[in-house]
């Protein structure tokens, strides 16, 4: 007789947000390369990391991305695309 793991674990929980979780700690890298001064290479790998986010949330099924799907497939991946590319264009501009 096998017993299931309790999916009210910790360790569930981070295995049902991983993609998430992984996000969260990329974030928090790219915030502190922004805050010792390089703010435009912050806001180009902030861009990058929501553009792979935004094809993450297209191929992984949902149970597999969590708490990142928000709406359907296509208006997630839709919205993340667009402030990347927003974010990406004002990183790179001159004199913002």
Do not use: K
Request: a positive charge; one cysteine or more.
């Amino acid at each position: 007789m096998t017993t299931e793991p309790s999916p009210f674990t910790l360790r569930a929980a981070f295995r049902r947000q991983a993609v998430l979780t992984v996000a969260l700690v990329l974030l928090v890298v790219i915030v502190a390369i922004g805050a010792t001064g390089a703010v435009p290479l912050a806001g180009i790998l902030l861009a990058g990391l929501l553009a792979t986010l935004a094809v993450l949330r297209l191929v992984l099924p949902t149970c597999r991305v969590g708490a990142l799907a928000v709406r359907s497939r296509g208006v997630d991946a839709t919205v993340m695309l667009v402030i990347a590319a927003g974010l990406a264009v004002l990183a790179t501009s001159p004199n913002l």
